[in-house]
Structures are given as C-alpha cells and as structure tokens.
C-alpha cells in the first residue's frame, strides 16, 4: 500500500458537502437493503426448507439488474444522476413494503425483482455522480470512502436484521429498514454539485442501439478493464456463499436468525476497517499485484470457512474475508473510474454492473443449485478451489495487470 503524505493527513471531512449527502445515501439505504435481505433470506428459508429457494432470490433480482444494466447506463449518460437516485430509492422502498406484508414465496421473489430493478440504476449513476462531486486528486480516497460507508451500513444492517427479527418480529425490523430507506430519499434531494455543474452528454447521430452498446464495445476492447471486471465475475461466481448462510447458522452452526446477522455482518466488518485504512492510504504503484493477492486470499478463505464448524471462527473468517474484498473492490472501482471517459461513465459503469450483478445474484443462484447437487460444504470447497483457478487464469493471460499503477492510468 502507498500513499503520498496530503492522502495520509486527509480526513473524509475534506470533501465537499455534496459527497457526505452521497455518503449518507449509501449508509441508509446500504443499510436497508442489507437488513432486508437478511430478513427475506430467513423468510424464504422458513417458507421452503429448499436452498435452491434461495438461489431463486438471487436470480429474480439479477433478471432486471442485468437485463436493464445496458438501458440504465444510456439513460444515466443522458439524464441527471441525482433524480435517478432519488426514484431508485422510492422503487427501494415499494420492494420493503411488498417483502413486508409477503404471505409466501412469491411477494419475495417480487420483492427481489424490485431490488434489481432499482439496482440497474443505482449503480452507473453512483458512479457517473462521483467524479461531479470530488476533484479528480481525490477521486481514489473518495471511493475508498463511498466503501467504507457502504461497509459501515453493511455491518450494522445484517446484524440489525437478525436481531431486530429475532427478538422483535418483522413488523420491527421492516419498520426500522423502511424508516432508513426514507431517510437516505432526503440526502439524495439534498445533492448539490459542488465541483463543476452537471453536464448532460451531447447527443450524436449514432442509432439507439450503436449508443446502447457503446459501453460493451469499450470495455472489451479495454484488455486491462475487461480482465479486472472479469476477475471479480468468476471470482465471486464461484466463491461467493452468501445466500448460503442461512442454511449454516440454522443446520451447521445452529445459531439461529440472531446468528445468521453476525455471519452477514462479519464480512463487512473486516471491510471497514480495511476501507478506512485504505482512504489514508489509498493502492497505487502496485495496485494490479495486490489485487491478485487479495482475490486469491478470498478464495483461501472460502476453503477455510468450509472447515470451520465453530461460530466464532467461523465470523473471524468471513471478517478476513471482507477485508480482502474491500481492498478488491477499491482497486477495481479506480481502474474503472480512471480509464472511463466521462462521456461514457454511466454506460461503462452499467457494463460493470453486468459483471458484478453477474458474480453476484447469478452466484447465489449458482451456489443454490451447487449446494442442491454436492451437498452445502462440498460447494464451498468447489468454490474456493475455482477462486484460486480463476487467479491463475488471469495472472497467466493478462501479465501487465500485475504491474499495473494507477497514478499513471488514464482514459483512452
């Protein structure tokens, strides 16, 4: 890790106060969102008994964020971020209500659907808004420490919906996701652009489709983007347990829905500091190796917690695990912030939603049916062991990531 001295004396109150609105949108709706899927992971599996019921969330919620990503990413480069926010947010919110009041299956999976729906747009416009709030000097600590307040939320969120589900009922833990949510819609109608005004994207001859694609073409004829992108897709695909979890706290580690919030809370909570560390000292010369490092250590960690039958060990894993992954996705969040055009940021950024939208509910849907064929832990093995595949791949194929430095990455 390396940082220079200004990056090392800089607080995050250093940035304007448009970014601490964006940074206290992220931490109540991040909150709610994880809260709520705790809640609805928990349902769904006292409903059906079947972890292949669970793999379905993820796949009905990865249907509209894949689906709509390449949409999201022309309308992003065409409209105001901030308003799409805002109407993410109220989707959000009609998706709580609806998991809320669910009788059966079917209003979550609804309520899921409703989560990738309002996901397709937050993330290109999170990462289109950015760059108009903070100058480009400070552009890899504010994404640093737009992780760390994801982070934060992603400790408090999981465990918040355990608890609050355990010992007060749903009525409380919704009541309490719904209040977040709404809470989050008011910082996002705060948003000002303090670093230059918003431009919209001029618009050009090129047809509907040539524009919808434009983002596609760019990153796969980005040899570095691609194989970053790439990286955490299969990465995540194989590797992530997530939607898994509630079948370990209630059949292997018999801890209950009180449990099951630490196990989703632990990784976030070795993030955090990690992301904390990483606003100081942000990853520059060396930031292709260290992310290689780090994927690989996750996949470690998988095969690690596939071992473990105790709770505490079990946490301490997933809290390695979550640091590691903070430091992957910062590294990976500035490659592709730095070598994006700004004409195209939210239709680049839609095409990283893809990947990660890709890793992520397609690896739960994934983890469902490998959980369903193997048995629970022999997916988990499969998985790191295919982590650990997936580094060697890239490594071998894509040589000059290792040496990559960001301070001399710039757009094409």
């Known amino acids: 890790m390396s940082g220079t001295p200004s990056d090392r004396s800089t607080a995050t109150s250093d940035f304007p ?4 609105y964006l940074i206290g949108v992220r931490i109540f709706g991040s909150f709610a969102l994880m809260l709520q899927s705790v809640i609805l992971g928990w349902q ?26 390449l949409f999201a990413g022309y309308v992003v480069d065409r409209r105001d971020p901030r308003k799409i926010i805002s109407g993410v947010l109220l989707v959000s919110l009609s998706s709580m ?5 669910a009788h059966g299956p079917f209003q979550l999976y609804v309520a899921s659907f409703l989560t990738g729906l309002a996901r397709s747009f937050y993330s290109p416009s999170f990462q289109s808004i950015l760059p108009r709030l903070v100058a480009k000097s400070t552009l890899k600590r504010a994404i640093a420490a737009g992780t760390s307040a994801m982070k934060f939320a992603s400790i408090v969120g999981p465990a918040a919906g355990g608890l609050l589900y355990g010992f ?11 209040a977040f949510l709404a809470t989050a819609l008011v910082f996002a109608l705060l948003l000002r652009y303090d670093h230059g005004p918003y431009r919209r994207t001029a618009k050009n001859e090129n047809s509907f ?27 995540v695909l194989f590797g992530g347990i997530e939607a898994m979890l509630p079948i370990v706290a209630s059949d292997v580690l018999h801890i209950g829905p009180q449990g ?12 955090l500091g990690m992301t904390l560390w990483l606003v100081r000292r942000p990853v520059s010369s060396d930031a292709g190796k260290r992310l290689l490092q780090v994927v690989a250590g996750w996949g470690v960690c998988i095969l690690a917690f596939a071992a473990s039958r105790n709770p505490v060990l079990s946490c301490a894993i997933l809290a390695v695990a979550g640091a590691l992954d903070s430091v992957s996705m910062v590294i990976r969040g500035s490659i592709v912030q730095l070598a994006s055009p700004e004409a195209m940021r939210g239709r680049i950024a839609a095409v990283n939603s893809i990947f990660i939208g890709s890793s992520n509910e397609l690896g739960e849907f994934e983890s469902g049916v490998t959980a369903k064929a193997l048995g629970l832990i022999p997916s988990f093995y499969f998985g790191g062991i295919m982590t650990l595949v997936v580094v060697g791949v890239i490594a071998r194929y894509v040589p000059e990531l290792a040496t990559l430095d960001l301070d001399k990455l710039t757009a094409e």
Do not use: C, K
């Open 260 to 271: 099951l919030g630490f196990l989703r809370a632990a990784p976030a909570v070795g993030a």
């Open 17 to 20: 106060p448009a970014f601490r």
């Open 44 to 69: 769904m599996y006292e409903f059906t008994r079947d972890p292949l019921s669970l793999g379905l969330v993820g796949l009905a919620e990865a249907a509209p964020a894949l689906g709509l990503a």
């Open 209 to 235: 489709v040539v524009e919808l694609l434009a983002g596609l073409r760019f990153v796969f004829r980005n040899r570095l983007i691609l194989s970053v992108m790439s990286l955490d897709m299969f990465a």
């Open 97 to 101: 209500v609806i998991a809320w009041t």
């Open 168 to 178: 007060g009922g749903e009525n409380l833990a919704y009541g309490v996701g719904t």
